[in-house]
T-cell receptor
Framework: DVKVTQSSRYLVKRTGEKVFLECVQD?????MFWYRQDPGLGLRLIYF???????EKGDIPEGYSVSREKKERFSLILESASTNQTSMYLC?????????????FGPGTRLTVT | GNSVTQMEGPVTLSEEAFLTINCTYT??????LFWYVQYPGEGLQLLLK?????DKGSNKGFEATYRKETTSFHLEKGSVQVSDSAVYFC??????????????FGAGTRLAVHP
């Protein structure tokens, strides 16, 4: 059974803190993604990675960075958290090869920045 | 550019009612289309997909047909259940020359089914 796990379901941080959100997949997928989900805006892509140590900016990368040192792990970093980064963060992975483009999602991390 | 537009929710229905959630898209070419579902407190799950024009995706009683003439991919179910209460997202795939891809999502439509 495919599985994407995220390090926390709920997280509360203070403004200015450095925040790490971790995502691990056990499907040997090449592609991994970080989204944020906000009411009325759907899912917006922050960053994605199509290979180890490779990363690409998504639609809203400002205020975020990412790290992918191993194929199974993709980390989202908020260098200095701000209140407008309060959101639900979703990680996903996909094989991205051979026409199979389904993305598999983790359960999400609800981050509150106070 | 590529975009997906869904009908605004919430959609509130009685059990066993017929469901339609409209989705239209703007894209170059004919991208694969998807419906994802998010149950309360969970991440997104793929509900169904269609990879070319006139394809019909189906799963769990839900159906959607890829209509290139109307650039639509409306989600339908003949008889909804309380357990179908969730948020539904329509999405298309955008391909990049480097061989990778990303999904473009609609804003989501919340469905509430009451007994």
């Amino acid at each position: 059974d495919v599985k994407v796990t995220q390090s926390s379901r709920y997280l509360v941080k203070r403004t200015g803190e450095k925040v790490f959100l971790e995502c691990v997949q056990d499907m040997d997928h090449e592609n991994m993604f970080w989204y944020r989900q906000d009411p009325g805006l759907g899912l917006r892509l922050i960053y994605f990675s199509y290979d180890v140590k490779m990363k690409e900016k998504g639609d809203i990368p400002e205020g975020y960075s990412v790290s992918r040192e191993k194929k199974e792990r993709f980390s989202l970093i908020l260098e200095s958290a701000s209140t407008n980064q309060t959101s639900m963060y979703l990680c996903a992975s996909s094989p991205g090869q051979g026409g199979n483009y389904e993305q598999y999602f983790g359960p999400g991390t609800r981050l509150t920045v106070t | 550019g590529n975009s997906v537009t869904q009908m605004e929710g919430p959609v509130t229905l009685s059990e066993e009612a017929f469901l339609t959630i409209n989705c239209t898209y703007t894209a170059t070419g004919y991208p694969s289309l998807f419906w994802y579902v998010q149950y309360p407190g969970e991440g997104l799950q793929l509900l169904l997909k269609a990879t070319k024009a006139d394809d019909k995706g189906s799963n769990k009683g839900f159906e959607a047909t890829y209509r290139k003439e109307t650039t639509s991919f409306h989600l339908e179910k003949g008889s909804v259940q309380v357990s179908d209460s969730a948020v539904y997202f329509c999405a298309l795939i955008r391909m990049f020359s480097g061989g990778y891809n990303k999904l473009i999502f609609g804003a989501g439509t919340r469905l509430a089914v009451h007994p």
